[in-house]
């Protein structure tokens, strides 16, 4: 006999938005994971952040610096640094069917989420720009017209409290009287913790809490039996400080990699010591130079000697924060004209986010006296000064000693500084076709996208040797497309096969305002802004066609070509870096059954894709700062597959289990070359390249069981142990050290196994309502586990971000 709680993975799950259509996740030839409301709570999913790890081929990383601020990576492709306002996701993400244009923000937390659909593969037909790596949908909860309350309060270590209050108003009015009926629902959630980590540099704030919020406001307005309206209002904010980026090491001084920065150090100091022994040489080598080289120089040895691993405190020059604002709107409108439904979705989204402070941990404020951990440049550029002339300060304005030593004072000698604003908005326009007839099922689409970016990046990295650089630009997309997709059933062999055919036309406009404005430098003295504006066009048409075939009613495969792209454009963090757009191509079969009357599941697929001209970023140093560069990459041909089983053994337990695995780095890559390019200098970017964000091999398992049910309520238990393989945090890090090129080895991220369960006392009758009680627990055996890494090359540092410990706390929930 089957039980209620099997029946849960069995039900259909309604999906207006996937195919435009009404199918069962069963029915789609797609390879996609569903998470109901149900397990999006037992799994802690607020955004879209929490999926990393969480799904069958997703990875991806929080941006360092930049709370809510998420790539997502799928099937190996990914979107690049998603705290650059100029580039574009490679996994899409809708809320509510609007797409999102930017990944800055796009991480911060919706306030009651029905569902989460996550779509592997190019979606570039229904979906269409910038889903070469799939697409994500998360669908809020539209009002039931009743009334109805659902709250949720928790606390939990790290003085962690939540609360989550969501109410249905009552249906106002009747379908096709008058104005018709109305129903709203408002919603709202916070989620506040201390810090995870203690910041040991006095005055400064600790790293890593949390203060969110989100807003929502939904209203359902049926005027007639075949015309709808629903809106939907939502707002996020997000106040935090920063994660802890910890030094874990240091790259060598030199291109060939034989000189370690502490052993410079320890050369620069022997000279200094020398000359500062010498009758007449400039006081400042004794009185501030000679401390702070030895203070660099036990600041650096510790760093090293901590090494990795997870630790409690850190330090910081500038406590680092995050304030994020997002506001959106979405209109739908929907009108069933007999077989027909007309259907229009209108979106508008503003964005704000500032970020500020260090990018590592080192602690290089300046006491009274000016002294204190310089960056290591800082003491290597006064070493060959102080070289060239004995220790002596000429006095002249041709050796920059006083400017220097001027910058120190005025602008510090720290090694990173954010300081960055980025405003956003986007207007969407979605008009929709999907009909039938007795062999066709189709869909007919025109879209259209406009946006509009402001970035002001006042950042500051090896201060004050490159003086106060900003980088502002203003960028915009204009962007419109028709797509059509039919799937017709030819009647053969009782119409078990299916044949979908897709087409979709897109011609972009991209432009941007290029402004960075003068600056000092105490080597080159006042640098004169620069200023350019730029604009493109491109166009693309994507498409796929699947073969289905129903075997029984219980087993559909399919086998599905589909292809996606990502438009070219301007990266406004490197001065005049434009980029080409990137395509993909793509087969995959796949099957999807269910066995033993419906107690089992077994959705499995394999695919091979090839990715051309991909969009790769790294971190450029070469003018002193850190910034992303953008580089279209060559071709990557991979390999892959995902295997999701879910099984009810006996009543009341369901046990889930998923694989996937990824093959496969970059067939091209460009080479790195000096400054010079000449031939002889360039080292092989396919010799160094590697596949980042993405794991080789993903497992999840998770058990769902009812223990008892009492005259009280229902024990149930939740396990949930998600294990990755080692990943590599990016393509490659290179740097031109002496006009030389350089490869630095990868700060490969561990292989990690994360452990969460929840214990429940739930169905207890409260009046007309029910209440839960949880205990739950993340990380439960405290797993040590890097989460991504900066090689900031030829300016030194090595960081990493770490994941968060154990926690663990209580929730308490009713509903009526």
């Known amino acids: 006999m089957e039980s209620a709680r099997v029946s849960t993975f069995n039900r259909p799950l309604i999906r207006p938005i996937l195919q435009k259509r009404e199918e069962t996740n069963q029915e789609i030839p797609i390879s996609i994971t569903a998470l109901s409301e149900s397990a999006l709570d037992k799994r802690g999913i607020r955004n879209s952040g929490d999926l990393i790890g969480e799904v069958a081929g997703m990875g991806g990383f929080e941006a360092p610096g930049a709370k809510g601020t998420t790539v997502l990576s799928m099937r190996g492709m990914a979107g690049g640094s998603p705290a650059n306002l100029s580039l574009d996701p490679a996994v899409t993400i809708y809320l509510d069917g609007i797409f999102l244009g930017k990944q800055v923000g796009a991480a911060t937390d919706v306030a009651e989420i029905e569902r989460v659909e996550v779509l592997r593969g190019p979606q570039g037909t229904l979906y269409g720009r910038n889903s070469t790596g799939g697409a ?38 009747e379908v096709g009287e008058g ?8 919603g709202y959630q916070t989620r506040k913790r201390d810090h995870l980590y203690d910041n040991d540099s006095p005055g400064q704030e600790d790293f890593n809490d949390r203060d969110r919020e989100a807003y929502r406001l939904s209203l359902k307005w049926d005027i007639s039996d075949s015309f709808f309206v629903d809106y939907t209002y939502d707002h996020s904010e997000l106040d935090e400080a920063n994660a802890l980026e910890q030094v874990v090491g240091f790259t060598p001084v030199d291109a060939a990699g034989m000189v370690p920065r502490i052993a410079a150090l320890q050369g620069v100091l022997a000279g200094a010591q020398f000359w500062a022994s010498q009758p007449g040489t400039d006081p400042r080598i004794g009185s501030r130079w000679i401390p702070s080289i030895q203070q660099t120089i036990a600041d650096y040895q510790a760093a090293e000697t901590r090494g990795s691993g997870r630790r409690d405190e850190g330090h910081s020059d500038h406590a680092p924060y995050t304030n994020t604002e997002l506001k959106g709107h979405a209109l739908t409108l929907t009108w069933d004209v007999g077989d027909i439904t007309f259907k229009s979705i209108t979106g508008y989204r503003e964005t704000e986010s500032y970020v500020f402070g260090d990018l590592e941990d080192i602690d290089s404020r300046l006491d009274a006296d000016g002294i204190g951990s310089y960056n290591d440049l800082v003491h290597l550029t006064l070493g060959q000064l102080y070289g060239a002339t004995g220790g002596f300060d000429p006095g002249i304005p041709q050796l920059p000693f006083d400017a220097i030593w001027d910058s120190i004072d005025n602008i510090g000698a720290f090694h990173s500084k954010q300081d960055t604003t980025s405003e956003y908005e986007q207007l969407s326009q979605e008009l929709q076709m999907v009909g039938s007839t007795d062999s066709v099922e189709y869909v007919l689409g025109l879209f259209y996208f406009e946006d509009d970016g402001e970035y002001r990046r006042d950042a500051i990295f090896a201060a004050p040797l490159a003086g106060t650089a900003a980088q502002y630009y203003d960028n915009s997309t204009e962007a419109i497309a028709a797509y059509g997709q039919a799937t017709w059933r030819p009647g053969w062999m009782e119409e078990r096969f299916a044949f979908t055919l897709g087409l979709r036309y897109t011609e972009e406009d991209k432009d941007i305002d290029y402004d960075y404005p003068p600056y000092f430098s105490p080597f080159a003295g006042n640098v004169p802004g620069q200023a350019i504006s730029l604009e493109e066009s491109f166009d693309n048409v994507s498409g796929n066609f699947t073969v289905a075939y129903q075997a029984t009613d219980d087993i559909n495969a399919f086998l599905r070509y589909s292809t996606g792209y990502r438009s070219g454009g301007f990266n406004g963090e490197i001065f005049n870096n434009p980029y080409d757009d990137e395509e993909v191509e793509q087969w995959e079969i796949g099957i999807k059954s269910d066995w033993w009357d419906g107690r089992m599941r077994i959705n499995a697929s394999l695919y091979t894709y090839i990715w051309e001209d991909i969009q790769t970023t790294t971190i450029d140093t070469s003018g002193g700062s850190a910034s992303t560069k953008v580089v279209n990459a060559g071709e990557a041909d991979r390999w892959g597959g995902e295997v999701e089983f879910l099984v009810a053994p006996i009543e009341d337990l369901i046990l889930s289990l998923s694989y996937a695995h990824i093959d496969g780095d970059f067939e091209e890559y460009p080479d790195v070359c000096g400054l010079n390019d000449f031939a002889d200098t360039c080292l092989s970017g396919e010799k160094y390249a590697k596949r980042g964000s993405s794991p080789d091999n993903q497992v999840s398992f998770s058990a769902d069981y009812v223990f008892a049910r009492t005259a009280l309520g229902e024990w149930t238990g939740y396990l949930q142990v998600n294990w990755q393989d080692e990943w590599f945090e990016s393509p490659m890090w290179n740097a031109v050290v002496s006009d030389q090129p350089v490869v630095y080895p990868h700060q490969i991220m561990d292989e990690r196994t994360l452990v969460s369960a929840r214990l429940s006392l739930e169905e207890i009758e409260l009046g007309d309502g029910r209440m839960r009680f949880t205990l739950w627990g993340d990380n439960l055996t405290d797993e040590d586990y890097p989460v991504y890494s900066i090689n900031f090359g030829s300016l030194g540092p090595i960081t990493e971000q770490y994941g968060d410990p154990r926690t663990y706390g209580l929730e308490v929930s009713y509903e009526y």
């Open 136 to 173: 994500v949908n998360f669908i809020s909860r539209k009002p039931s017209g009743e009334f109805g309350v659902r709250a949720t309060g928790g606390i939990g270590n790290y003085s962690q409290r939540d609360l989550k209050l969501n109410v249905d108003l009552p249906t106002i009015g």
């Open 179 to 186: 104005l018709g009926s109305l129903a709203a629902a408002v």
